[in-house]
């Protein structure tokens, strides 16, 4: 009689494991600008991934950081201009992608 409350068909079901819970790693040492972040940044409009990519990786090996989704942690940090490029100055120097105020006095 299925439904009745001697119904033992779900007493033998094997218990759903949580799912692991994955683990931060060092960064690959082939990390790169993957297709996904490509994409990523050309739909909100970010450029320059290569200089921001360049200041990403330098700051993550100086601090030892580590992350669960490396691609994940590179979004955010272009998000919130690690490198300091939309300040409009790298090196001393405008950025190709930002104006000065000078280019707006002209």
Known sequence: ???SEGDS??????????ETKK?????PTDFGISEPV???????????LEQ?????KD???ANGYTYVNWDAAFMSAVRDD????????????PTGSQKTAWDGAR
């Open 52 to 56: 921001h990519l360049e200041s990403f």
């Open 38 to 48: 490509k994409a990523w940044a050309t739909g909100k409009g970010f450029a320059d």
């Open 9 to 18: 068909t779900n007493a033998h079901r094997t218990p759903i494991k949580p």
């Open 1 to 3: 009689m299925e439904g």
């Open 82 to 93: 690690w490198a300091k490029l939309r300040q409009g100055v790298v090196g001393g120097k």
């Open 59 to 61: 700051k993550c090996q």
């Open 23 to 27: 683990r931060k790693t060092p960064m």
